[in-house]
């Protein structure tokens, strides 16, 4: 039995706007309750979420949808950042990539990423995969509250 949806706030770093649009597409399918915000890469992952700059006052993420290969500053790097700040470490990181290899996985994992998941490539099948993600966010995973949570 699948108890009631919550709103989850998904923060998808992602230089590829294609992918953006099928994640945003396919989370409003699945659940208009959801909100995503955008940022194209590694320096503006980290000034959203330390609320700085032009990212000053955005809403802390409850998971984070991260690509490897972003420009300015990786996703391993940011991983390592998010895991490595105390008030940011709690919140769960999705390494959601195009690549397949082993050695991103293993660093990812090192880095404490939450769950590593390879893009596919065919349409209906990208839209099941993140289907499902918004599903074990929403119903499935339960995340401390936010009144356990540093700046949350």
Do not use: C
């Amino acid at each position: 039995m699948i108890t009631e949806q919550k709103p989850v706030h998904f923060l998808l770093v992602e230089d590829n706007q294609d992918h953006a649009d099928l994640v945003r597409m396919s989370l409003e399918i699945n659940n208009v309750t959801n909100t995503l915000d955008h940022v194209r890469d590694g320096l503006a992952a980290m000034a959203y979420l330390r609320n700085s700059g032009e990212y000053g006052g955005s809403k802390r993420p409850d998971v984070i949808l991260l690509d490897i290969n972003l420009p300015k500053m990786n996703g391993h790097e940011i991983l390592e950042q998010i895991k490595a700040d105390e008030d940011l470490k709690v919140i769960p990181v999705v390494v959601l990539t195009t690549s397949a290899a082993d050695a991103d996985r293993l660093s990812a994992y090192r880095s404490h990423a939450n769950s590593f998941v390879t893009k596919p490539v065919d349409f209906q099948k990208f839209q099941n995969m993140i289907r499902d993600l918004n599903l074990y966010w929403t119903v499935w995973n339960q995340a401390p509250t936010h009144s356990h949570i540093p700046n949350g």
